[in-house]
């Protein structure tokens, strides 16, 4: 069974600076996706980054990019110049394709709060 | 606007009292999906829909009916709810699931007593 881990529960960073979430997963297949959403205060679940398992380029949003490593199956977010607007749940997200269907494993989060 | 309706938003309830919880979105999504979201426990996928008609099951469907009978809806159907069922849940869509990004409900929150 595929498995997402987000091994931090709460992390805080001072504004300005840069953070990194962490996310492994568990799979045997070779065709999937990885998201990363955030939850902030107002239960607003928002898409923050994508990536494509077979795309060995790492996706970037503006200040938040990925460090996917496929063969460790490793997906972190890293934040950089953090706002205070970035405080929220992040959540990391894998999408099964290849059996036709498209199920979603989502992992337990990460609450981040941004210091002023 | 684009977006995803979910009614009610807040809804108290009693063990066993049948209730719907309406989904609706409006960007002719093929893709729709149930979540419940509990502490510690971050979003599980209850059941999914690729396009009308067709349904199929999530990680934790027990409790739970849907129905596909239009593109745009996608109702939640508790028929005797049961305090383990208190959670919040959220109505996702999607234009085809897999790489899309899913767009997702205000979130309603249910309690049953």
């Known amino acids: 069974a595929q498995t997402v881990t987000q091994s931090q529960p709460e992390m805080s960073v001072q504004e300005a600076e840069t953070v990194t979430l962490s996310c492994t997963y568990d799979t045997s297949e070779s065709n999937y996706y990885l998201f990363w959403y955030k939850q902030p205060p107002s239960r607003q679940m928002i898409l923050v980054i994508r990536q494509e398992a077979y795309k060995q380029q790492n996706a970037t949003e503006n200040r938040f990019s990925v460090n996917f490593q496929k063969a460790a199956k490793s997906f972190s977010l890293k934040i950089s110049d953090s706002q205070l607007g970035d405080t929220a749940m992040y959540f990391c997200?894998?999408?099964?394709?290849?059996?036709?269907?498209?199920?979603?494993?989502f992992g337990t989060g990460t609450r981040l709060k941004v210091l002023a | 606007e684009a977006q995803v309706t979910q009614n009610p938003r807040y809804l108290i309830t009693v063990t066993g009292k049948k209730l719907t919880v309406t989904c609706s979105q409006n960007m002719n999504h093929e893709y729709m999906s149930w979540y419940r979201q509990d502490p510690g426990l971050g979003l599980r996928q209850i059941y999914y829909s690729m396009n009308v008609e067709v349904t199929d099951k999530g990680d934790v469907p027990e409790g739970y009916k849907v129905s596909r009978k239009e593109k745009r809806n996608f109702p939640l159907i508790l028929e005797s709810p049961s305090p383990n069922q208190t959670s919040l849940y959220f109505c996702?869509?999607?234009?085809?699931?897999?790489?899309?990004?899913?767009?997702f409900g205000p979130g309603t929150r249910l309690t049953v007593t």
């Open positions: 997200a894998f999408a099964r394709t290849t059996s036709g269907t498209y199920k979603y494993i």
């Open positions: 996702a869509s999607s234009l085809r699931g897999g790489e899309y990004e899913q767009y």
